[in-house]
């Protein structure tokens, strides 16, 4: 017959080890599909953090880049040939002349024009300078005076005169820059002014420049 007792102790002790190994066990939580929840939670936080930095990436809207500084003319256009009535084959007016895109700041204008093809160097057919800030165009046929009424002033071209004096070339086709210049104050100058002594009195002062180019031949076109 099998003891009975050494059954009873064995019993006693098997108890507390089972108690320990059950207690052991709970010590160390299960990880459940409950656990997983704070993340997913987590996640979606996040992506609502993310979501007003996108919608403002898409919805920004690119800054416009500035107006382009622009001489033209109705008569020509660039590299164009210039009309004989502008020439000294025709009436020799000086040519309607406009512009955009200037600097808001821009305290008065200059325009020269210039020949760089003349057999004898650069010839200087007009300079303008003093051209009010506000200003954006040219009429046709300025009178050849020193200052008009507006503040503008004329200085002497290649001939020694005030004034326009149009493309008038002894042989070939040259090319006529008219060169404008917005700057950002008004030039000191006397009435016999020439290209040379408005280029000095203009250094430090340009705030941008553009130029127009037209074509005439000795030929007439």
């Not at 299960?30 to 939670?41: H, L, N």
Request: aromatic fraction near 8%; proline fraction near 10%; include cysteine.
């Amino acid at each position: 017959m099998p003891n009975m007792k050494g059954r009873f102790v064995l019993m006693l002790i098997g108890i507390p080890l089972i108690s320990v190994f059950i207690s052991g066990c709970q010590s160390a939580p299960a990880i459940t599909p409950g656990d997983k929840e704070p993340i997913s939670i987590a996640l979606e936080e996040t992506k609502e953090v993310e979501q007003p930095v996108n919608e403002a990436i898409d919805t920004h809207e690119p800054i416009p880049s500035p107006m382009e500084f622009n001489l033209t003319s109705e008569v020509f256009l660039e590299g164009a040939p210039i009309p004989s009535e502008y020439t000294c084959n025709g009436e020799d007016v000086s040519p309607p002349l406009a512009w955009s895109g200037a600097p808001d700041n821009t305290s008065s204008f200059a325009l020269i024009m210039d020949d760089p093809d003349a057999p004898m160097g650069t010839w200087v057919h007009w300079v303008l300078f003093n051209l009010p800030g506000d200003a954006n165009a040219l009429d046709v046929g300025l009178p050849s005076e020193a200052e008009f009424p507006d503040g503008s002033r004329q200085g002497t071209n290649s001939w020694g005169r005030l004034g326009y004096g149009g493309p008038c070339p002894p042989s070939g086709n040259h090319r006529y820059y008219f060169k404008l210049y917005a700057l950002d104050t008004s030039l000191v100058l006397g009435e016999s002014a020439a290209k040379e002594d408005v280029l000095a009195a203009m250094e430090g002062h340009i705030l941008m420049e553009t130029e127009l180019m037209g074509t005439y031949s000795a030929s007439g076109g």
